[in-house]
Nanobody, 121 residues
Framework: QVQLVESGGDLVQTGGSLRLSCAASGTIFSIDFMGWYRQAPGKQRELVAYIYTSGTTNYLDSVKGRFTISRDNAKNTVYLQMNSLKPEDTAVYVC???????????????WGQGTQVTVSS
C-alpha cells in the first residue's frame, strides 16, 4: 500500500506564512504527479498547485505569486510554501500523488487525510 501523510497546517494571521509537507511511503516505484487540493466549508474542492517529476508546475490563479510548490523526489515528498496568506485561503489542504508501485504497473492516485489551514483576519 501507499500512504500520504501531510503536516504543517496551523492557525495564522493574515499575511503570515506556512509550509505544508506531504510524504509518501510504502511500495513505490515512481511518482509522477504530486499536488495540493483544498476544500473550504460549503465550497467545491479545488486544485491549488501541482508539480510533475520533470519539475513542471501549475498554480490556481488566486495563489500565483504567493504559493510555491516543490518536491524532493529522493524523499517522495511534496511541499507547499504559502506566503501572504489571506482568510480566503482557509481550508483543509489535501495532497495527492500518482504512484506507480512497480516498474510496469499503472499509475494510481493516492490521497492524504488533509491538514487544516486557518487564516484569521
Amino acid at each position: 500500500q501507499v500512504q500520504l501523510v501531510e503536516s504543517g497546517g496551523d492557525l495564522v494571521q493574515t499575511g503570515g506564512s506556512l509550509r505544508l509537507s506531504c510524504a509518501a511511503s510504502g511500495t513505490i516505484f515512481s511518482i509522477d504527479f504530486m499536488g495540493w487540493y483544498r476544500q473550504a466549508p460549503g465550497k467545491q474542492r479545488e486544485l491549488v498547485a501541482y508539480i510533475y517529476t520533470s519539475g513542471t508546475t501549475n498554480y490556481l490563479d488566486s495563489v500565483k505569486g504567493r504559493f510555491t510548490i516543490s518536491r524532493d523526489n529522493a524523499k517522495n515528498t511534496v511541499y507547499l510554501q504559502m506566503n501572504s496568506l489571506k482568510p480566503e485561503d482557509t481550508a483543509v489542504y489535501v495532497c495527492a500523488a500518482d504512484v506507480r508501485r512497480q516498474r510496469l504497473a499503472n499509475l494510481y492516485r493516492y490521497w492524504g487525510q488533509g491538514t487544516q489551514v486557518t487564516v484569521s483576519s
